[in-house]
């Protein structure tokens, strides 16, 4: 059975979304090793395919600032893959922030229960963008004028700053963005691991002298004990919603609970959610958004807050 349901936020400048999976998938960070010439072959030309790759989107092998502090929260994976390992020192829980895609691919509480989902396809490599996690959907959520979900997950991400319990990125325009979307901007998505929840905040500014519009997501992935198990709550009662499964091409509809449960195939686009809350009573843990905040200057800033507890 698959759930797919996509969280809007009211207007047409910021967007939440939620991608469920039944399966509990472990972050896919850890490669095989090649045991053989034609292993050895293969990794030459897979390495060689993602030079190319980046080399296109106008970044190289590291996209980091140089410091100790970054230094030392920085890791690599078995394909040679960047990312941040943040350790909680009392409760031992952990996050993973890949700097590909600016990408969480896990975070584990105190308990030892993975909130976060890797597709077991995913290519770890660098060859592709990440497949799951919380991706990046920037400046433009699904089809549109530019490539589908925009172009935040394609790209190197810079480290700002990062501590054992917390890591900034940032992602400013380049050759390759400009290509698609000729404006100035400045991306910055904070991870902070406190005890007992991981908090991430999405913070967009217009660097330049004219607005533009956009669109923001998360395209979340999550390990969820059963699809029986889940309930999404919010300000679902009386919004319309798009059914993609229903009609030809999809229909319009509106919702008349408070809270979803699964009990089919769901392929759903749902405005002006600003609040959803999705409960696993499996596991007992609880994913939130508190908060989507526009500020002023024409609205070229907005916040994002996500809260898994």
Same mark, same amino acid.
């Given at each position: 059975?698959?759930?797919?349901?996509?969280?809007?936020?009211?207007? !047409?400048?910021?967007?939440?979304?939620?991608?469920?999976?039944?399966?509990?998938?472990?972050?896919?960070?850890?490669?095989?090793?090649?045991?053989?010439?034609?292993?050895?072959?293969?990794?030459?030309?897979?390495? !060689?395919?993602?030079?190319?790759?980046?080399?296109?989107?106008?970044?190289?092998?590291?996209?980091?600032?140089?410091?100790?502090?970054?230094?030392?929260?920085?890791?690599?994976?078995?394909?040679?893959?960047? &990312?941040?390992?943040?350790?909680?020192?009392?409760?031992?829980?952990?996050?993973?922030?890949?700097?590909?895609?600016?990408?969480?691919?896990? &975070?584990?509480?105190?308990?030892?229960?993975?909130?976060?989902?890797?597709?077991?396809?995913?290519?770890?490599?660098?060859?592709?963008?990440?497949?799951?996690?919380?991706? @990046?959907?920037?400046?433009?959520?699904?089809?549109?004028?530019?490539?589908? @979900?925009?172009?935040?997950?394609?790209?190197?991400?810079?480290?700002?700053?990062?501590?054992?319990?917390?890591?900034?990125?940032?992602?400013?325009?380049?050759?390759?963005?400009?290509?698609?979307?000729?404006?100035?901007?400045?991306?910055?998505?904070?991870?902070?691991?406190?005890?007992d929840q991981l908090s991430t905040k999405m913070f967009v500014e217009n660097k330049g002298e004219?607005?533009?519009?956009?669109?923001?997501?998360? @395209?979340? &992935?999550?390990?969820?004990?059963?699809?029986?198990?889940?309930?999404?709550?919010?300000?679902?009662?009386?919004?319309?919603?798009?059914?993609?499964?229903?009609?030809?091409?999809?229909?319009?509809?509106?919702?008349?609970?408070?809270?979803?449960?699964?009990?089919?195939?769901?392929?759903?686009? &749902?405005?002006?959610i600003n609040d959803p809350v999705l409960k696993d009573a499996g596991t007992g843990k609880t994913?939130?958004?508190?908060?989507?905040?526009?500020?002023?200057?024409?609205?070229?800033?907005?916040?994002?807050?996500?809260?898994?507890?």
């Amino acid at each position: 059975m698959k759930l797919t349901l996509s969280l809007l936020a009211s207007g !047409a400048l910021s967007a939440s979304a939620f991608t469920g999976s039944p399966l509990a998938f472990a972050p896919a960070s850890v490669s095989r090793p090649s045991t053989t010439a034609l292993d050895a072959s293969k990794n030459k030309l897979k390495i !060689a395919s993602r030079t190319k790759w980046a080399e296109s989107r106008g970044f190289g092998s590291a996209g980091v600032a140089e410091s100790e502090g970054v230094a030392a929260g920085l890791m690599t994976n078995a394909d040679g893959l960047e &990312y941040v390992k943040l350790v909680h020192p009392d409760t031992g829980a952990t996050s993973e922030v890949y700097l590909l895609g600016g990408v969480v691919t896990s &975070y584990v509480d105190g308990d030892g229960q993975e909130f976060i989902a890797v597709r077991p396809d995913a290519k770890m490599d660098g060859s592709k963008p990440i497949s799951g996690g919380l991706s @990046h959907c920037w400046p433009q959520f699904g089809p549109g004028e530019i490539q589908q @979900h925009g172009f935040a997950r394609n790209v190197n991400w810079t480290v700002k700053s990062v501590t054992e319990t917390s890591v900034e990125l940032e992602m400013a325009p380049s050759d390759y963005t400009k290509e698609m979307w000729d404006k100035e901007f400045l991306c910055t998505f904070s991870v902070d691991l406190e005890a007992d929840q991981l908090s991430t905040k999405m913070f967009v500014e217009n660097k330049g002298e004219e607005s533009f519009d956009f669109q923001a997501a998360l @395209h979340s &992935y999550f390990t969820v004990s059963a699809l029986e198990n889940l309930e999404i709550s919010g300000s679902f009662e009386g919004k319309e919603f798009l059914n993609k499964l229903a009609g030809d091409g999809g229909e319009m509809q509106t919702e008349e609970r408070s809270a979803i449960t699964i009990t089919e195939e769901y392929d759903r686009v &749902y405005k002006g959610i600003n609040d959803p809350v999705l409960k696993d009573a499996g596991t007992g843990k609880t994913v939130s958004v508190v908060g989507v905040v526009m500020f002023p200057k024409g609205l070229s800033q907005i916040l994002f807050i996500y809260l898994f507890s």
